[in-house]
């Protein structure tokens, strides 16, 4: 049973950080790239971060550059976004989404995890 499961959202202050996490399970997790969506209140689901299968590339939307930063741990079937200097803006629902391309276009979702961004 394949599974994705997101952890370590939450309340924060404007400027605070916070690291999120998702435990996958149920498929070969080093084979897959990985990236992190997040969807705001009445706006479209949006590519926060991705990562290779082997963590050598990453790619980040505009509005996080340099703020956060997205890795994972294959031993552990786990992968990372650390959020610093957080804004009201980064206020939304985070999801992790496991994917790939060969031999079939398969894709994978957890069900998010709340990013609060509040004073």
């Known amino acids: 049973q394949v599974q994705l499961v997101e952890s370590g959202g939450g309340l924060v202050q404007p400027g605070g950080s916070l690291r999120l996490s998702c435990a996958a399970s149920?498929?070969?997790?080093?084979?897959?790239?990985m990236s992190w969506y997040r969807q705001a209140p009445g706006k479209e689901r949006e590519l926060v971060a991705q990562i290779t299968t082997v963590g050598d590339g990453t790619n980040y939307a505009d509005s996080v550059k340099g703020r956060f930063t997205i890795s994972r741990d294959n031993a552990k079937n786990t992968m990372y976004l650390q959020m610093d200097s957080l804004k009201p803006d980064d206020t939304a629902v985070y999801y992790c989404?496991?994917?790939?391309?060969?031999?079939?276009?398969?894709?994978?979702w957890g069900e998010g995890t709340q990013v609060t961004v509040s004073s």
């Open positions: 149920g498929f070969t997790f080093s084979a897959y790239a």
């Open positions: 989404k496991a994917y790939k391309t060969r031999p079939v276009a398969t894709n994978y």
